[in-house]
């Protein structure tokens, strides 16, 4: 099998289990078989990849892209099927969350190195780990500044975003907010008082600022 019949095989597979989670939340929709749906968002995808092809310059720039591709592609096609926007971005928005809610503490083990035993020393392995582990793991289309480290604050900002680069470029920067929210679910667990960490973010590209800032803050943690 062709590199290009492997991708082939693996984007249809995504689109096909993306649009499983998304069927029960659309359920009212009658006027259009699923496998119809699955075929034009599969085609989208395919047609948004090659044009924004030129976005990948690293092995994460690649992921990023065919995982961008895939929801900007379920969303345009079911916009018009659902004729609304923010019900079109929720449906999406509460499909990539579920499964990243069950598996959130195994997420911040590997993203921040901060164990369910030691909690409490979440700050210091967010201020060791935030900007190193996120460069690697999202690779050169993101781009880390540290503005402040001390032993009471870590304050990160990131300059350069992929997925706020790519939804932009072509022209629907609503879809931006759906990846944020995945942020927004670690940053709800790690304000639990056990973690000892206080988090402000006031500014967000996806917003339209200059910078996302995570501001991340040292508190007493509490059992």
Request: net charge neutral; proline share 4%; with cysteine.
């Amino acid at each position: 099998m062709s590199e290009q019949a492997k991708t082939d095989v693996i984007s249809k597979s995504l689109v096909t289990n993306l649009l499983a989670a998304v069927r029960p939340q659309v359920a009212y929709l009658r006027g259009r078989f699923w496998d119809e749906i699955e075929m034009a968002v599969h085609e989208r995808m395919t047609k948004l990849i090659e044009q924004n092809k030129a976005m990948i310059i690293d092995a994460p720039s690649r992921q990023w892209l065919q995982l961008c591709s895939m929801i900007l592609a379920a969303y345009q096609e079911l916009l018009p099927l659902v004729g609304d926007k923010q019900i079109a971005l929720s449906v999406l928005r509460n499909v990539m969350e579920a499964p990243f809610k069950e598996g959130l503490t195994g997420y911040i083990a590997d993203r921040f190195g901060i164990l369910q035993d030691a909690p409490e020393d979440a700050f210091n392995r967010i201020a060791e780990n935030f900007k190193v582990r996120g460069e690697k793991r999202f690779g050169q289309t993101y781009a880390y500044v540290q503005e402040v480290q001390d032993e009471e604050r870590s304050f990160i900002n990131i300059q350069k975003c992929f997925f706020n680069d790519f939804f932009r470029a072509n022209g629907m920067p609503e879809v931006t907010p759906i990846f944020c929210a995945m942020d927004n679910l670690w940053i709800a667990e790690l304000e639990k008082p056990q973690y000892g960490v206080r988090f402000k973010q006031p500014t967000t590209l996806a917003g339209g600022d200059d910078l996302c800032r995570f501001q991340f803050t040292k508190t007493k943690a509490k059992p």
